[in-house]
């Protein structure tokens, strides 16, 4: 990218919340179930039907705001926004256009700046169309899920600037527990606003939104296709014609983006007052609720407490799920660094070989603390462990019977490995002599005939030391 030009970002990122019911009426919200079986009178939008507001959306809103250090409103509003598409029965949306329930909030990046937050939003979702070869078919199942639209402030200056706050976003989100946040499935997906200018331009460039971006390597793809877009249309002097707002979708597969639509302006969505619902009065005790401790702060403590290094820190506070396997494993009694360097390192690397994702993993905590407290007491090296670790990711079978199984159990028998000191001692007799003239390096071959003799099972630890002793 060229250094003449200045990227700004702005994110629209729609979180699907984790409630048990839809947003205006009882039906499950529940994934993958036989279409249109989650249906009833509202969320099909039958004449009629009334919403009635689900509190606990409400209260995950002000859990959210809370987290981003956003002003929660007491009162705010919904709206009608009005649009015709098929999976959109009633053919408006209701969501919040006047007053959102959070508003002000701010990200903080690892270089202490901050992503402002302009507004979190309640709204429903629509349901989904699927495309089939010649047949289009909806499925009403998702319409009414509960989702917040979380809207940043055009404050992101690069990709790599987005993907850290929609990754801290989406870490509070989930150490809040009011999404799933699987960006597969969708119910966390973002809308990537992206403009160029020239740098020292007061006014930003014409922006462009990149829709229903779901995974974070297509967002950085996307994004950087973009900003390459608008400077190459700089250059060629084309900006007027080629750059004009609008919506594009990213092909994942050619890796460009592609004109959808023309923008729409919110004149055109002819937003009015829900007349079904009252103003949103968040209730006084939700002002109160308590927060879990959330990513950032974690990880400060984890440097604090565990004296973990900022990286190693930031890896573990990443998911709470990896979070909350490390807690397990100091708890176990597993020092932190060790702890670290099992999980982050052995384990993590292994799991992301095998494509599993820490939540199912094979290796529990109580199994990986177990294989560094034998390290500890020496009964395997750290070698020994990490084959154990590779049997326990295939295998289900305890550790100490993978110890067993792959006869790793080190030899710390003092009078054994005394034993085999003395022969390697008295097999070498001449580089005994070169040593006591002054050849200390010949120590480590001493060690490594030891090692040899022991078939690598002698505690290295004890080989030193009796060693020394003899060699004196
Ligand atoms: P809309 O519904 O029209 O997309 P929103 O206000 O919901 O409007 O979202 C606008 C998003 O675009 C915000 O995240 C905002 O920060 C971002 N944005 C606005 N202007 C620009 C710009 N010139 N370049 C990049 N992003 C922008
Ligand atoms: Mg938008
Ligand atoms: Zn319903």
Same mark, same amino acid.
Not at 166 to 172: D, F, G, P, R, S
């Given at each position: 990218m060229s250094k003449n030009y200045e990227v700004v970002i702005g994110l629209e990122v729609h979180v699907q919340l984790n409630t048990k019911s839809k947003i205006f009426c009882s039906c499950p919200t529940s994934f993958g179930d036989e279409p249109n079986i989650n249906t009833c009178p509202v969320c099909l939008?039958?004449?009629?039907?009334?919403? %009635?507001?689900?509190?606990? +959306?409400?209260?995950? @809103? %002000? #859990?959210?705001?809370?987290? %981003?250090? +956003?002003?929660?409103?007491?009162?705010?509003?919904?709206?009608?926004?009005?649009?015709?598409?098929?999976?959109?029965?009633?053919?408006?949306?209701?969501?919040?256009? %006047?007053?959102p329930i959070v508003e002000n909030g701010e990200i903080i990046l690892d270089n202490g700046k901050k992503i402002g937050i302009t507004r979190a939003h309640l709204e429903e979702d629509a349901g989904k169309n699927i495309h089939e070869g010649d047949v289009s078919k909806v499925d009403l199942n998702r319409a009414g899920t509960p989702l917040l639209e979380i809207v940043s402030e055009p404050d992101m200056r690069s990709s790599d600037e987005a993907i850290e706050y929609?990754?801290?976003?989406?870490?509070?989100?989930?150490?809040l527990g009011i999404s799933d946040a699987n960006m597969q499935e969708g119910s966390f997906r973002c809308d990537a606003n992206v403009s160029v200018r020239p740098k020292g331009q007061k006014e930003f460039g014409t922006r462009v939104e990149i829709k229903n971006l779901n995974s974070f390597r297509f967002i950085k793809q @996307?994004?950087?296709?973009e900003v390459e877009r608008h400077i190459e249309a700089y250059e060629y002097d084309e900006y007027e014609d080629e750059v004009i707002q609008e919506t594009r979708l990213f092909d994942t597969k050619s890796g460009e983006t592609k004109s959808m639509r023309g923008k729409e302006e919110s004149a055109d969505y002819r937003y009015f007052p829900e007349p079904d619902l009252l103003p949103l009065e968040v209730p006084d005790e939700f002002f109160g609720i308590e927060i879990p401790e959330l990513p950032n702060e974690k990880k400060k403590r984890y440097m604090e407490e565990?004296?973990?290094?900022?990286?190693? +820190?930031?890896?573990?506070? +990443?998911?709470?799920?990896?979070?909350?396997?490390?807690?397990?494993?100091?708890?176990?009694g597993v020092e932190p660094h060790a702890a670290n360097r099992w999980l982050a390192i052995e384990l993590l690397g292994r799991l992301n070989k095998a494509g599993i994702n820490i939540k199912n993993s094979p290796v529990t905590p109580d199994k990986l603390s177990l294989i560094a407290i034998r390290e500890k007491e020496a009964v395997i090296s750290g070698a020994g462990g990490k084959k154990v670790l590779d049997l326990? #990711?295939?295998?289900?079978?305890e550790v100490d019977a993978a110890i067993e199984k792959l006869g790793l159990k080190q030899v710390s028998d003092e009078g054994a490995i005394e034993k085999m000191v003395d022969e390697v001692l008295e097999r070498n007799s001449d580089k005994v002599a070169e040593y006591k003239s002054g050849k200390e390096k010949l120590f480590g071959f001493f060690v490594g005939q030891v090692m040899k003799a022991s078939k690598g099972k002698a505690n290295p630890q004890i080989v030193n030391k009796i060693l020394k002793e003899k060699l004196k």
């Open positions: 939008g039958l004449p009629g039907a009334l919403p %009635v507001m689900n509190k606990e +959306a409400v209260k995950k @809103a %002000v #859990m959210f705001g809370k987290a %981003v250090n +956003a002003k929660i409103n007491k009162i705010s509003t919904f709206e009608r926004k009005n649009y015709f598409y098929p999976d959109l029965p009633k053919g408006y949306q209701i969501s919040q256009f %006047v007053v929609l990754k801290k976003l989406h870490a509070i989100v989930k150490y @996307a994004i950087e296709y565990y004296k973990l290094k900022e990286y190693d +820190a930031g890896v573990l506070t +990443a998911e709470p799920e990896l979070a909350e396997f490390f807690e397990k494993m100091i708890e176990l326990l #990711m295939e295998e289900e079978i």
